[in-house]
């Protein structure tokens, strides 16, 4: 390499700000229950354009610090924690970071919120430690962590399988959603664990999903737990096709456009907010901006 190549590097990141996007579950089977308790699923992941903002800055002393804390969740069960010393841990990292986290995304809205900030935090932290472990090694690594973590780590949208960490990249109509985020905390142990699941759901092929098929199975049962999903999944089903997220509670509608989707919500009884779909995470997008001038 040259001198004058040498000085066009950018020089080592000392910190980083990435964000952590929600996600959707356009459509979510139970197709059967494995002998150890987990259950097989299938799913479509697709990403919204709402994120937390995590900030990142590294230290050398390996602590890690996560600022500001969430109401009812110390620090070191955050998944942002989790997933910073897990890396330590299988890496044997020495370094650590002070992390600020601007949070954004409703907790257990069936978004993905925390599965989401974990992910970021070891894409982010991977490259600020120089780890080297990249997405396929780190999204192993975060299936530990969580079924909705290796989604959010591989950065496409994705048919999914198993508990959802078969991931095949799927290529989606980017539609404008309205989101409605009803007062209501669903316990996603309550919804697997209810009697009344179908557990049993005939898998369906891609080509079924693309003609409309797929359902969420979780929906008949978490309407029954909550009567705020309830009302919210039937204001939303008479203006078009309303599915729930995940196990709950926020429920969305594609829309045709930006202006129909500003008019539906202005509308709605519960509150809620407007987000484009994305077949790439924002996190990656952010990441492959920041790291171009490093690359030679």
Not at 133 to 145: E, F, H, T, V, W
Not at 228 to 235: P, R
Not at 255 to 275: N, T, V, Y
């Amino acid at each position: 390499m040259t001198q004058a190549a040498h000085t066009d590097l950018a020089p080592p990141l000392t910190s980083l700000s990435l964000p952590a996007p929600a996600k959707l579950n356009l459509f979510l089977h139970v197709t059967g229950r494995r002998a150890d308790g987990y259950h097989d699923l299938q799913t479509v992941f697709q990403f919204l354009d709402l994120s937390d903002d995590i900030t990142f800055s590294l230290r050398a002393d390996g602590d890690i610090t996560l600022s500001p804390e969430i109401d009812g969740v110390p620090a070191a069960q955050n998944l942002i924690v989790r997933a910073a010393r897990l890396l330590q841990r299988h890496t044997g990292c020495e370094l650590g970071a002070d992390i600020r986290l601007v949070k954004r995304l409703p907790m257990g809205g069936g978004l993905g919120g925390g599965s989401s900030d974990a992910a970021t935090a070891l894409l982010a932290l991977d490259t600020l430690w120089q780890t080297g472990l990249g997405s396929d090694r780190l999204a192993d690594l975060g299936l530990s962590l969580g079924a909705d973590v290796p989604v959010f780590v591989r950065g496409f949208a994705a048919w999914a399988e198993g508990v959802g960490e078969r991931l095949q990249a799927i290529d989606l109509p980017e539609p404008w959603y309205v989101v409605l985020t009803p007062e209501a905390h669903v316990s996603t142990a309550a919804a697997f664990g209810h009697p009344e699941l179908t557990r049993n759901t005939t898998p369906i092929t891609m080509r079924a999903f693309f003609a409309g098929g797929g359902r969420n199975d979780f929906e008949p049962v978490v309407r029954r737990l909550s009567p705020a999903v309830d009302a919210a999944l039937e204001w939303l089903a008479q203006r078009g096709s309303a599915r729930m997220t995940g196990t709950g509670a926020c429920v969305f509608m594609a829309c045709p456009d930006r202006h129909e989707a500003e008019r539906i919500l202005a509308q709605a009884p519960a509150a809620g907010f407007i987000s484009r779909g994305l077949n790439r995470s924002p996190a990656h997008v952010a990441l492959d901006r920041i790291l171009r001038p490093h690359r030679i």
